[in-house]
């Protein structure tokens, strides 16, 4: 296939070689990175755009992401499709996805689980939102970036599932971290609550895969000195996603607040940035109740 690539970042780098190495033509785009091997160069985004089947961005936020759709669908053939695969805001996705059904494109918004470790290996997880014939054209590519692609409904669906994961994830690891500070004030031995917790009711995701406390469980990167893994402030970035989501479909989330104020005061006053979202562990062991 023809595709086209803005935002060869982190994730986008990884993601798009994995398609040239797949035999795919990636023309790309990006105003800072450098293009990995086999991706032809193009100076601006509508140039990445032009004669693409399919345009993927992997941008870093829906203003950034609003911006770049307006100038790549009208250079976008007719009925080429806008893959993102952004974590953006549900509104952004909705409202790009109108743009290009108006312009006789269509969007599909597929944001990822699987960090840059599973963009490198391509094993992504995409959750997807657009019409069903537009998945089934940039299918194919989902099966070379990632393991599995859940087509979760129309516009925005996509969005919305990756921010209600996040915001469970943002929550479980918290209750994990609190929990193994309160285990320690107990005298109970980490090794023996994970052992415990790790197949009882208590467990999750946060625990089993990729436990907070370091020399426990399965590698993780509690294990590498906190060194992300998922960085405290992208976990902040989805919380936040989430309380404007919540904001908007008027949703009762008080877990999910909770969750965004401890991660925002982790990550601005607390040493938190640029440390893995599982370092809430050492915050919590060296905090006193009050
Ligand atoms: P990044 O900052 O490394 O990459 C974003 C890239 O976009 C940068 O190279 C930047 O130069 C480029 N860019 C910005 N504005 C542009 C424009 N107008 N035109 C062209 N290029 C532009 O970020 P990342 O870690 O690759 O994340 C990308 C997206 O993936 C984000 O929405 C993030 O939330 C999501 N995500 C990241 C991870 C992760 O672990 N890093 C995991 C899941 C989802």
């Given at each position: 296939m023809k595709i086209g690539f803005i935002g060869l970042g982190n994730m986008g780098a990884p993601m798009a070689a994995n398609l040239v190495a797949a035999g795919h033509s990636v023309t790309g785009h990006d105003l800072a990175a450098a293009m990995p091997a086999g991706v032809t160069a193009a100076d601006s985004a509508a140039g990445a755009a032009r004669d693409a089947e399919v345009v993927i961005t992997m941008l870093p936020n829906g203003d950034i992401l609003r911006a770049v759709a307006a100038q790549v669908i009208p250079a976008?053939?007719?009925?080429a499709v806008l893959l993102d695969c952004s974590t953006v805001d549900v509104d952004s996705a909705r409202a790009v996805a109108s743009q290009a059904a108006a312009a006789g494109r269509h969007a599909v918004d597929a944001p990822v689980s699987g960090g840059v470790g599973g963009a490198a290996a391509g094993t992504l997880t995409f959750m997807a939102g657009g019409p069903a014939d537009a998945f089934a054209t940039v299918r194919p590519l989902f099966e070379v970036m990632g393991q599995r692609a859940v087509?979760?409904?129309?516009?925005?669906a996509g969005q919305a599932a990756k921010i209600c994961n996040n915001m469970i994830l943002g929550v479980t690891m918290i209750a994990t971290c609190e929990a193994f500070a309160l285990a320690d004030r107990l005298g109970l031995d980490r090794a023996r609550m994970f052992d415990v917790v790790s197949t009882s009711s208590g467990q999750s995701w946060s625990m089993?895969?990729?436990?907070?406390?370091?020399?426990?469980?399965?590698?993780?990167p509690a294990d590498n000195g906190y060194k992300p893994g998922f960085a405290a402030e992208l976990m902040l970035k989805d919380l936040r996603l989430s309380q404007l989501a919540a904001e908007a479909a008027d949703a009762d989330t008080p877990m999910g607040q909770l969750a965004m104020q401890l991660y925002e005061r982790f990550v601005e006053d607390e040493g938190g940035l640029g440390r893995d979202f599982s370092a809430m562990l050492p915050r919590f062991e060296g905090r006193e109740r009050h």
């Open positions: 976008m053939p007719a009925g087509h979760c409904g129309e516009a925005g089993t895969s990729y436990c907070p406390a370091p020399g426990v469980g399965p590698k993780s």
